[in-house]
């Protein structure tokens, strides 16, 4: 699996983006698929997951009620519009496939990563 992360930018504070996650390969819709934030000098962050159903999401404590994950797999795509944007959001993003076990909010957890895309929240 192939991923492409895209849909970074600048956004004043309360402002909302929507990032997306291109995947490759057959076998996407087999999986779940998340989203890692690393702000600069940090730990990579767990931000949210969705199953390959779509029927079950996750997300950090840090953006619940702002944050949602989606995903499309007829188009290989997966989501994530945020909203009411704060400047502690401010890092690259990745998308990440393949949950491998638990806890899931362990980048080790998962198989494959995204290259990253920068957002940037402005006060």
């Known amino acids: 699996v192939q991923l492409q992360a895209s849909g970074g930018g600048l956004v004043q504070a309360g402002g909302s983006l929507t990032l997306s996650c291109a995947a490759s390969g057959r076998t996407f819709r087999s999986y779940s698929m998340g989203w890692f934030r690393q702000a600069p000098g940090k730990e990579r962050d767990f931000v949210a997951r969705i199953t390959w159903s779509g029927g079950v999401t996750d997300y950090a404590d840090s953006v619940k009620d702002r944050f949602t994950i989606s995903r499309d797999n007829a188009k290989n795509m997966v989501y994530l519009q945020m909203n009411s944007l704060k400047p502690e959001d401010t890092a690259v993003y990745y998308c990440?496939?393949?949950?491998?076990?638990?806890?899931?909010?362990?980048?080790?957890?998962?198989?494959?990563w995204g290259q990253g895309t920068l957002v940037t929240v402005s006060s």
């Open positions: 990440a496939s393949q949950n491998l076990g638990v806890p899931l909010e362990i980048p080790a957890n998962w198989g494959y």
